[in-house]
């Protein structure tokens, strides 16, 4: 699977903290509960992928590991396919469903394990496409390859046939 130039850029800029606003304050983890607090930087692309013909599109990543563990514990590279792949497998389902709404995908990557999943959705997304997305991902044969423990979330908009979005972000 090829890396799209664009994506590969902003999460490389994500993670090599440039242009960047800090704040200490805490993250509301909304599939698990808990915040997590930390220096908080908040990135934005300087060209903002406004990819409407797609029926998913990322909307954010956020990351619940630190930055700094982050670099030393998975390429940015590996890290960005596996991203895509996430995204490319619930467009391959979407296309197979009228749904729409919001998917929030939480991973939590161990060395030499397998990565665990928990899903969240807000709109019309179907338990049927949540357990069909959630089986695609569960059995990936050839996550990335971590040093350490890496987890972050995957916020992803399903977009109904016509291009549409109803629904909201995940709480």
């Given at each position: 699977m090829r890396i799209?130039?664009?994506?590969?850029?902003?999460?490389?800029l994500a993670l090599l903290q440039t242009a960047a606003?800090?704040?200490?304050s805490a993250y509301k983890n909304p599939i698990d509960g808990k915040d997590y607090i930390a220096d908080w930087e908040t990135y934005e692309p300087e060209t903002p992928k406004n990819d409407v013909e797609s029926r998913v599109a990322i909307e954010k990543v956020?990351?619940?590991?630190?930055?700094?563990?982050?670099d030393k514990r998975i390429s940015v590279e590996s890290l960005a396919t596996y991203i895509e792949q996430l995204e490319a497998d619930l467009l391959d389902l979407a296309s197979e469903y009228g749904d729409h709404g919001k998917v929030l995908l939480q991973?939590?990557?161990e060395p030499e394990q397998l990565p665990a999943h928990k899903l969240a959705h807000d709109g019309s997304i179907s338990t049927d496409l949540l357990q069909t997305y959630?089986?695609?991902v569960a059995?990936?044969?050839d996550p990335p390859p971590v040093i350490g423990p890496v987890s972050f979330q995957l916020y992803?908009?399903?977009r109904d046939i016509s291009?549409?979005?109803e629904g909201k972000a995940p709480k």
């Open positions: 799209s130039c664009q994506f590969l850029a902003i999460l490389t606003f800090a704040q200490t956020v990351l619940l590991t630190a930055q700094d563990d982050v991973v939590e990557m959630y089986d695609k059995s990936i044969e992803m908009v399903v291009g549409q979005l």
